[in-house]
């Protein structure tokens, strides 16, 4: 076997970069002998530690952790270091199944929004949803990305973009009604352990697919319906954005549904 390695091989046996192996001895994790000529040369002892610090690095230790224990490792260390280890193995593979989660309800939302009845108008009913919100109005697309920005990051374990059809704005209804324009008064995002609340009950529902302009003509037919239909109108207008930019850059492909909340009028016997 041989005694001595070039730094080329080091790098090709164990897929760790030269800049690396450079970096870890300037800052004294390795220290190489040198050839006569100036090369570098790779003992057992440089590549059991290069062992270590690979596979330390993998699961997210630092440097500084790193080089104490070369420097200062017996048993002891050995077993703390161990036992560091499998905690850091355990963190990772609870972010692991929360990310298997998070990618799983995606595809579920995505999948679910293909098979979405579209341009129907339906009476469904919805328990209350928890949701982070943000009241404050805004008209562009960008000016929304921002505000769900700031949401995501009260949660980032847990809340996400791509694919999630727990995003969505509130539409007032005055000047939906009245200028036949929308007017975006907030930004949420439902979660359990969101601090506002929508309220449950009754809502007038459609699904359309293509630009966001549809939810002028949309929502005011969905009012006339709500108005022929014996029912009043019980709040401002909800707009959940199943497939938006985040999933697709055609507009075409997009896919809103719009919730309007109903309630019956009461029958006044003669």
């Given at each position: 076997?041989?005694?001595?390695?070039?730094?080329?091989?080091?790098?090709k046996?164990?897929?760790?970069?030269?800049?690396?192996?450079?970096?870890?001895?300037?800052?004294?994790?390795?220290?190489?002998?040198?050839?006569?000529?100036?090369?570098?040369?790779?003992?057992?002892?440089?590549?059991?530690?290069?062992?270590?610090?690979?596979?330390?690095?993998?699961?997210g230790?630092?440097?500084?952790?790193?080089?104490?224990?070369?420097?200062?490792?017996?048993?002891?260390?050995?077993?703390?270091?161990?036992e560091?280890e499998?905690?850091?193995?355990?963190?990772?593979?609870l972010?692991?199944?929360?990310?298997?989660?998070?990618?799983?309800?995606?595809?579920?939302?995505?999948?679910?929004?293909?098979?979405?009845?579209?341009?129907?108008?339906?009476?469904?009913?919805l328990p209350?949803?928890?949701?982070?919100?943000?009241?404050?109005?805004?008209s562009?697309?960008?000016?929304?990305?921002?505000?769900?920005?700031?949401?995501?990051?009260?949660?980032?374990k847990?809340?996400?973009?791509?694919g999630?059809?727990?995003?969505?704005?509130?539409?007032?209804?005055?000047?939906?009604?009245?200028?036949?324009?929308?007017?975006y008064?907030?930004?949420?995002?439902?979660?359990?352990?969101?601090?506002?609340?929508?309220s449950?009950?009754?809502?007038?529902?459609?699904?359309?697919?293509?630009?966001?302009?549809?939810?002028?003509?949309?929502?005011?037919?969905?009012?006339?319906?709500?108005q022929?239909?014996?029912?009043?109108?019980?709040?401002?207008?909800?707009?959940?954005?199943?497939?938006d930019?985040?999933?697709?850059?055609?507009?075409?492909?997009?896919?809103t549904?719009?919730q309007?909340?109903?309630c019956?009028?009461?029958?006044?016997?003669e």
């Amino acid at each position: 076997m041989k005694k001595y390695f070039k730094i080329g091989e080091i790098s090709k046996l164990y897929g760790i970069g030269v800049d690396s192996i450079r970096y870890y001895e300037e800052i004294g994790l390795i220290k190489p002998e040198r050839s006569e000529s100036g090369y570098r040369h790779y003992s057992i002892h440089d590549i059991w530690r290069l062992n270590v610090i690979r596979d330390l690095r993998s699961i997210g230790f630092t440097m500084e952790q790193i080089k104490e224990y070369l420097d200062n490792h017996n048993t002891a260390s050995s077993l703390k270091l161990l036992e560091e280890e499998q905690m850091a193995i355990h963190k990772q593979l609870l972010r692991l199944q929360q990310l298997q989660k998070n990618v799983e309800h995606r595809l579920h939302t995505i999948r679910s929004a293909l098979a979405l009845p579209l341009n129907e108008i339906t009476r469904i009913t919805l328990p209350p949803r928890w949701c982070h919100s943000l009241s404050e109005s805004y008209s562009a697309a960008e000016e929304m990305d921002l505000l769900i920005k700031h949401l995501i990051n009260l949660d980032t374990k847990r809340l996400y973009i791509i694919g999630n059809n727990q995003m969505g704005t509130v539409i007032a209804l005055p000047s939906l009604l009245e200028k036949k324009e929308i007017s975006y008064q907030s930004v949420f995002l439902i979660d359990e352990q969101g601090e506002n609340c929508i309220s449950g009950g009754d809502y007038l529902c459609v699904t359309y697919r293509g630009s966001y302009t549809q939810s002028i003509e949309w929502g005011q037919k969905l009012i006339t319906y709500a108005q022929d239909h014996n029912m009043t109108v019980a709040g401002d207008l909800l707009e959940l954005l199943w497939l938006d930019i985040h999933t697709s850059s055609d507009e075409s492909e997009f896919i809103t549904q719009l919730q309007l909340p109903v309630c019956t009028h009461a029958m006044i016997p003669e």
